[in-house]
Structures are given as structure tokens and as C-alpha cells.
């Protein structure tokens, strides 16, 4: 089955590298989807994949790579069909 989790970041994840390296480990998770900067200070993330790599890519979230400061983080999961067909920074 595939899920798709929705995701905010929000503290000092723009500007420190966040989006590419959350598409890094997205990738290696064999997720897809994308990422977004939404507004000051937050990042929005669509993936999807299987409950276990996409739970892989929550646990990183929680801290982001080394320079980020995650404040918050919000999860929303969905049962769903596959949309995206890679992973993607827009």
C-alpha cells in the first residue's frame, strides 16, 4: 500500500541546505514527492512511498541536516495512490 504523508517544518530550515538534502534522504528512502519553502521560517514536504521508509524520513525530519533548527514539525498521513514519479525541490 502506498501513503503519503504532509508535512510542516517550520524554525531554521530555509536557507541552510534543508530542501536539498530532505530530497537526499527522500531519494534514498525511495520516496517521491516534493518539497517547498511556504513562507518565512517553514517547509512544506509531500511524499510517498510505504509506511516504513516514509516513518524513515519523519524521524530525520526531526532534526534536519546538521545547520537546521527545527521548532515544529506537523504530520498529516493519507492512504493514496502514487502521483509523483521522483522527488523534487520546487
Not at 527522500?26 to 516514509?54: R, S, Y
Not at 524521524?59 to 498529516?76: F, H, T
Request: glycine share 6%; charged share 25%; hydrophobic share 45%.
Amino acid at each position: 500500500m502506498v501513503y503519503k504523508v504532509k508535512v510542516l517544518v517550520s524554525g531554521k530550515v530555509q536557507k541552510v541546505w534543508f530542501r536539498k538534502q530532505t530530497q537526499t534522504k527522500a531519494l534514498e528512502f525511495g520516496l517521491t514527492g516534493w518539497v517547498k519553502n511556504i513562507f518565512n521560517n517553514a517547509v512544506e514536504i509531500i511524499a510517498e512511498g510505504n509506511m516504513d521508509n516514509l516513518s524513515l524520513l519523519l524521524g530525520w525530519l526531526q532534526d534536519g541536516p546538521p545547520l537546521a533548527k527545527v521548532k515544529k514539525i506537523s504530520i498529516e498521513w493519507f492512504e493514496c495512490e502514487s502521483e509523483h514519479e521522483t522527488f523534487e525541490i520546487l
